[in-house]
């Protein structure tokens, strides 16, 4: 465990992804943070250097794991003009975990390749607990040859290697991810819909859904969040916002290949209605808004 | 087991599950077909009489159970003037198990108290298969009175009673069955797209259902219907025509409520787009004819 681990992005999950990494023996050398205050009070925690500038992670480690909002913020931090991942990174390599569109990912592949570095996706499928617990989905793409370098660092995120899989050249995990979450966020609104049409109808809902996981109805989601759009509880694991934000990601995939998905078209609105009411920082179940009577989107027909 | 039983309807669901029933050692004493050359066949094999007249079967049995196609074929098998279960009814129990609109089940139990008969529901969640073994789920809904009295036949049907459900009044079983199918359908509609767009990307199809089947994309119907998809074998367990018709049901019901359900109606119009294309007979996995590109529906944009 000689590699000198650096983080960008120290929220729940690159915080949770460095205190696993550091609990199985890698030192943690470097953390930088878009608000300097989280990457301090990480840093301090893990023994790492808080760092100011991006340039100085790349400095501190050999591995990079970069765990940011969106593609704005990806192009950023390695394509920034004054300060980069990218000054003399020779040799580093990125390992690149937001979910984030493919075309970003292949476009911040050719600019670690020009800068002398290797880049990896390491797009996740899980959330805070699994992070911590270093049991993580992973999904890698890039060069087989990059995977196959950084595989021993990513086996001790992803359950000794047993949730971790590579799927190919670069964006190809991004493409993956987009459609897990597209599917998943159609599984999300329907289920509310079936939910808030038993409300409606006067069905006991602890019922229905116990129908529901016994029948053709069944999902992830009726475990995850069956509950929570029952009892209104909106708590934020996987925010509406993002779920928007994903599936316009698939939808954007699907028209540059001019498919017509009219189930994710829905969903996409849904989700987007949902944010454009404010109620964006809600937990992907609160979709159940727009489904329940007498709730925020009222459910009403217009 | 003194009840003698009737069966009105012997497709596959009904022939399998008057086997079931004498298998146990239930008496089948009457069967009644719209295709006479069905009900000649089953009756032979069970030792029941093939009956030319719906009134026969009444004379015959004490519980009888149908299992029809539509509304209009209940209706029809209720109120037929020219002949009817419903002649010389009185003490006899009809167990309905097709999948007909709540409004249905509520004017045929009307039916049978003017008659001075009883009628239930026996929704039913699942396949052929389950029918033959007795391991059906089953919803009942109606009087509870009348539940009581018929439980021990269906016990025998619903894996020993361990899938059996009383939900409340006529017409509430079909309410959660029109549920079940609507949510069932949205994922199946979902999961055609998303599989579909994988294809479009180029991914490994068999490796894309392996990871929805580890994240929040996982459902029932990845496991009934994804390889299906793929493989393009759309045999049909239940039919695109059978699912179109069930989103209508739920969405008939959420009109009433004045609902708002977009992913129920874009799944409503998938399934009856294929339909329209003459495909209704294709299983409801054959809805991945619209998403994937090639295939009938072309997946493309107008």
Do not use: W
Not at 8 to 17: E, F, H, I, K, Y
Not at 45 to 64: H, M, Q, S
């Amino acid at each position: 465990m000689a590699e000198k681990i650096g983080f960008v992005g120290v929220g729940r999950m690159g915080a949770n992804m460095a205190r696993r990494l550091k609990d199985v023996g890698y030192t943690i050398t470097a953390v930088y943070d878009a608000r300097p205050e989280s990457a301090a009070e990480v840093a301090n925690e893990l023994g790492a250097e808080a760092c100011a500038k991006l340039a100085r992670v790349t400095e501190l480690a050999d591995v990079i794991i970069t765990v940011v909002t969106d593609d704005k913020a990806m192009l950023k931090i390695f394509g920034d003009k004054k300060d980069s991942l990218l000054k003399a990174a020779k040799g580093r390599v990125f390992v690149n975990c937001a979910t984030v569109s493919p075309k970003t990912h292949t476009d911040v592949e050719k600019l670690c390749k020009k800068a002398g570095a290797a880049s990896l996706e390491g797009c996740m499928a899980s959330s805070i607990n699994q992070a911590r617990q270093g049991t993580l989905y992973l999904m890698c793409a890039g060069d087989e040859a990059v995977f196959n370098q950084v595989k021993p660092v990513l086996t001790k995120l992803s359950d000794e290697g047993k949730l971790m899989r590579y799927i190919g050249g670069a964006g190809k995990a991004a493409q993956v991810k987009a459609l897990v979450n597209m599917v998943m966020n159609i599984n999300t609104a329907g289920l509310a819909e079936g939910l808030g049409l038993g409300a409606a109808l006067g069905l006991d809902l602890k019922m229905l859904m116990e129908i529901f996981s016994q029948t053709g109805a069944n999902s992830r989601v009726l475990v995850t969040d069956g509950e929570d759009m029952v009892n209104r509880d909106h708590s934020c694991f996987f925010s509406a916002a993002h779920a928007a934000k994903d599936s316009g990601i698939a939808l954007g995939v699907a028209k540059t290949k001019k498919l017509n998905l009219p189930l994710a078209t829905a969903t996409y609105k849904q989700y987007t209605k949902l944010t454009k009411m404010g109620l964006g920082g809600l937990d992907k179940s609160g979709i159940a808004e727009l489904t329940f009577k007498g709730r925020a989107g009222k459910g009403l027909k217009k």
